[in-house]
């Protein structure tokens, strides 16, 4: 059987030099941004923020292996509605601090220290969204602490009956210096590996997983992050009977990771929640439509605010 070649990093062809962006982004990223580190248990946590401080609060939780900065094309636009928009580093990933051993639970009460300092909750109860890991690091947010939420979304994270879910780490990933930012650029990928329109947006986001170290550039996350991670089943049916505030969750309508079988299965348990597909998308729905994705975000936090007290 002949395996299908695997097709070229998205970066490789640009040789290093940027990608054109588009005058909406660039204008994006020109807005005002306020930045700092929380500390909990030892651990610092980078966080970024948009809009004032005292509105309404939004938390932007970020994927595995990813950084802050995959929110630039999304949070800038949430804040213009009037909102205080946090977008923390989990620990072991950006720049936030490594740790020994990593779980859902210290996830989640990460995200919540480095949201307080970054002033998420000073108008009251803010609200919660994840994409991919992030999702899942929500749903133990909404678990641990939703009723000090006004509602969590969770972005294209799958949920699965218990014995299907992932009992072991994947593959360790990074670790490996690179001669230059050109060298690293050219083997960055998305993970899972997607196509992406939105090569100026692959582009940034690429730059923010790099740093410097001795012997030239590597990756930003923990390459011991997954085994680090301690890795829980979940009965999604004793989750949903348990939400400690309004739960909705969106997808990329072409997904690989949320086709028909999982879709259906997660309506059928969280039958109280709204679920939302974005077309033209898939997995990183939050680079293949990230306009998009901020209508939906503004419509499900327009309408909580509308129907749920602070």
């Known amino acids: 059987m002949t395996e299908t070649p695997r097709p070229p990093a998205p970066l490789i062809a640009f040789n290093g030099q940027p990608v054109p962006a588009p005058d909406w982004f660039t204008a994006a990223l020109d807005t005002p941004v306020e930045t700092g580190t929380a500390t909990r248990d030892g651990t610092p946590l980078a966080w970024k923020a948009w809009g004032k401080r005292g509105a309404p609060g939004v938390i932007l939780v970020h994927g595995g292996t990813a950084h802050k900065g995959w929110w630039d094309a999304i949070g800038p636009f949430l804040a213009a509605e009037g909102r205080r928009v946090v977008a923390p580093d989990l620990a072991g990933m950006g720049t936030s601090g490594w740790r020994e051993a990593y779980s859902m639970n210290d996830h989640a009460a990460d995200m919540r220290a480095a949201a307080e300092a970054g002033g998420a909750f000073e108008a009251g109860k803010p609200v919660f969204a994840g994409h991919s890991f992030g999702g899942f690091v929500t749903l133990s947010a909404v678990l641990a602490f939703g009723d000090a939420l006004k509602a969590g979304i969770i972005l294209d994270s799958p949920i699965r009956p218990p014995k299907q ?66 890795y829980e089943r979940r009965d999604p049916e004793h989750a949903a009977a348990n939400l400690k505030c309004p739960l909705a969750f969106v997808r990329g309508a072409q997904s690989r990771l949320m086709q028909a079988e999982t879709w259906d299965y997660m309506r059928g348990v969280f039958t109280a929640s709204p679920f939302v597909s974005v077309p033209g998308a898939q997995h990183h729905l939050i680079l293949d439509q990230p306009l998009a994705v901020v209508g939906v975000l503004n419509a499900l936090i327009e309408g909580w605010a509308g129907h749920l007290g602070a």
């Open 165 to 230: 879910q992932r009992e072991g780490a994947p593959p360790r990933r990074g670790g490996r210096a690179y001669a230059d930012m050109t060298a690293a650029l050219a083997r960055f990928r998305l993970l899972p590996e997607q196509p992406c329109e939105h090569l100026w947006l692959v582009d940034h986001i690429a730059r923010g997983s790099i740093k410097p170290v001795e012997g030239g550039f590597t990756w930003t996350f923990d390459p011991d992050l997954w085994a680090k991670l301690s």
